[in-house]
């Protein structure tokens, strides 16, 4: 298993790695799920979890319904 020697060197490392191969912000913004297949038990699934962590106070996931 890696050790990290604080989060900010982890994610630099990620970044650097990222650019060295070439992948951007955009690329990996362009690959997420947009939701436009989702059946409808998962539409009702993520609903749920969002408004638990409302009531909860938290941030919800982000999420296309």
């Known amino acids: 298993m890696r050790r990290v020697s604080s989060l900010a060197a982890f994610m630099q490392d990620v970044e650097d790695r990222k650019r060295s191969i070439g ?17 409808p038990e998962k539409r009702e699934m993520l609903s749920i979890m969002r408004q638990r962590a409302l009531d909860c106070g938290l941030e919800p996931i982000a999420a296309n319904f």
């Open 23 to 39: 992948v951007t912000d955009e690329m990996i913004l362009l690959a997420r799920n947009n939701g436009e297949r989702r059946t």
